[in-house]
């Protein structure tokens, strides 16, 4: 099993600060869920744990090991991306057998497998393939090279909706057969949140949270009724957002409510509903709001 | 998140029950594969680690059993012991709040019972 430790972890471009003080810890075979707001710092964060680059100041320490210009550490992470593939002229073929050269874990059966699944031709140049066919590749070299640490930065671009349903099963599916850790960073909360294990929000370069799927979920929370008895119930809560219509009134809450609460707000009329992941991701990042 | 779960329980406990309501009413049968964690995400798209929760749970109930790379199947004996606990709930989760909206309303006890007689009887002309 692998654990991913950063301590204290900035990234500076110039005069712009990417990553502030970043430290977390992944571990074991699970599904991280990386989400973040446009510009937030995902890439970068990604980027950092394939050593793809070096941190400004901090430490990033697989297993206990650097990971940067350490050719073994990298052999057991992988980061996919959306790669510029305009000039890659090798066929599909020859690409996967520089993957069967270079990650010992790569599974051919498997990789013809996913290409057949994804309708990808053998024979065809890679830059002549379709975006969203380039993107299935990535996913077919992600899946089965089965390096112990696979990271997808948005590998899903270009995909369509029949495309992302098969990636979104064959992940499911490997991780049940052949679990790893998988780090996947979107924008579409809502259509992956299933797959989660675990959540890690960034947001302006800051780690806003990391916590497992269910306790993060549950602490979201949305009242609804009549407004002046919302605004009781909710004076002492930490609201993340509001909507009104006429005399009704929906609140977000941010925070466990405990049973008596619960049993409270029903007995005043409040209906008590679920938050979506989606929707905690937008009101927790979309602002200054204090 | 799909329409058939509501809001008002963890969606744990749904799921839980989904495949109860199938034991219950034979859909599964004692000693049937039943559906597989993955199935259930795909099915319903709802997080797997909220499945596996619910799935686990019946697990240690004794409701399914795991064979090692093969599934989880429905127990001997699994349905019997729904029915006792689906009944011990019948009472919170359904004739208490039959009582408390026929307060509200100001139904008696006999009017009650003749609507229950009436849907019963409806139910046998089917």
Do not use: W
Not at chain 1, 231 to 243: A, H, M, P, S, W
Request: hydrophobic content about 40%.
């Amino acid at each position: 099993m692998y654990k991913i430790e950063a301590k204290e972890v900035s990234v500076n471009y110039k005069d712009f600060q990417a990553l502030k003080n970043v430290s977390f810890s992944l571990e074991g075979n699970k599904i991280y869920g990386l989400i973040g707001r446009n510009g937030a710092g995902k890439t970068t964060f990604l980027s950092l744990l394939a050593a793809f680059q070096e941190a400004s100041a901090g430490q990033i320490q697989v297993n206990g090991e650097d990971v940067f210009e350490n050719p073994e550490m990298m052999e057991k992470i992988a980061l996919l991306y959306d790669v510029d593939y305009k000039d890659e002229t090798e066929k599909v073929k020859n690409m996967l057998e520089v993957a069967k050269r270079y990650r010992p874990n790569y599974d051919d059966e498997y990789a013809m497998y996913l290409l057949e699944r994804f309708k990808l031709p053998l024979d065809k140049p890679i830059n002549k393939l379709s975006k969203g066919m380039q993107s299935a590749f990535n996913v077919v070299m992600g899946l089965a090279c089965r390096t112990p640490i696979t990271i997808f930065d948005e590998v899903y671009l270009g995909m369509d909706a029949p495309t992302r349903e098969i990636f979104y099963k064959e992940l499911l599916e490997e991780q049940t057969n052949r679990p790893r850790m998988f780090i996947l960073s979107t924008h579409l909360v809502s259509e992956m949140d299933h797959l989660f294990d675990e959540i890690v929000i960034i947001d302006q370069g800051e780690m806003l949270l990391h916590e497992d799927y269910e306790s993060l979920v549950s602490k979201g929370v949305s009242i609804t009724g009549d407004a002046d008895v919302v605004d009781q119930f909710t004076q002492d809560k930490e609201i993340l957002n509001e909507q009104r219509l006429g005399q009704t009134k929906a609140v977000m809450v941010y925070g466990t409510l405990g049973n008596d609460e619960l049993e409270k707000a029903r007995d005043n009329g409040l209906d008590v509903g679920p938050v979506s992941l989606q929707d905690l991701f937008i009101h927790l990042t979309d602002g200054e709001e204090s | 998140m799909s329409k058939e779960f509501d809001d008002n329980k963890p969606i744990f406990q749904q799921v839980k029950e989904l495949i109860e309501d199938q034991i219950l009413n034979d859909q599964l049968k004692e000693g049937d594969q039943a559906p597989s964690t993955n199935q259930l995400v795909n099915f319903y798209k709802i997080n797997h680690v909220t499945v596996a929760k619910g799935v686990n749970q019946l697990v240690e109930e004794g409701i399914l059993f795991k064979k090692r790379g093969v599934g989880m199947f429905v127990a001997e004996g699994a349905k019997e012991k729904l029915v006792r606990k689906r009944k011990e709930v019948f009472l919170d989760d359904y004739v208490f709040r039959l009582v408390q909206e026929a307060d509200k309303l100001g139904i008696s006890e006999s009017e009650m019972l003749e609507m229950i007689r009436q849907v019963k009887r409806s139910d046998q002309d089917v």
